[in-house]
């Protein structure tokens, strides 16, 4: 199954739990646009770090998250919220997992399979992988 496949999978069962009432929609927003939003900061903020994005990544940012971007466009967000999204992607991932293991373990488990595939996705991508990659990796798996 493509990360693709596992993400919308991941989704369909974040609308069944809004659907049964199991996650407090009004408290947090919709689960799928606050996963959306930190997944799209997570892989953003991977590509980035190594200063410039490549085609390669775009094509697999694109791929695994379902946008239609630039690496213009990519490199221009990134650039604008760097200091924003380098200092609170791990702390959000954390907070998403937590908030989301509280109502559901399994799509807590299921989040944190995406999270960890993502990231070695968006790793890999240019087929150089930076010591900030591995650095923010390891925080990752120990944050979740």
Request: contains cysteine.
């Amino acid at each position: 199954m493509s990360f693709k496949e596992k993400y919308e999978a991941f989704l369909d069962r974040c609308d069944a739990s809004e659907d049964m009432q199991a996650w407090n929609e009004e408290k947090y927003g919709p689960i799928d646009i606050c996963v959306e939003n930190d997944l799209f900061s997570l892989a953003l903020y991977i590509i980035g770090t190594d200063g410039s994005v490549t085609a390669r990544e775009v094509e697999a940012f694109n791929s695994c998250l379902g946008y239609e971007m630039s690496a213009e466009e990519l490199q221009t967000i990134y650039q604008a919220n760097a200091e924003l999204i380098g200092g609170n992607v791990v702390s959000n991932i954390r907070g998403d997992l937590m908030t989301i293991e509280s109502y559901d373990t399994h799509i807590g488990e299921a989040f944190e399979g995406i999270v960890l595939e993502l990231c070695k996705l968006m790793s890999e991508a240019d087929g150089i992988l930076t010591e900030e990659e591995r650095a923010l990796a390891e925080e990752l798996k120990k944050a979740l």
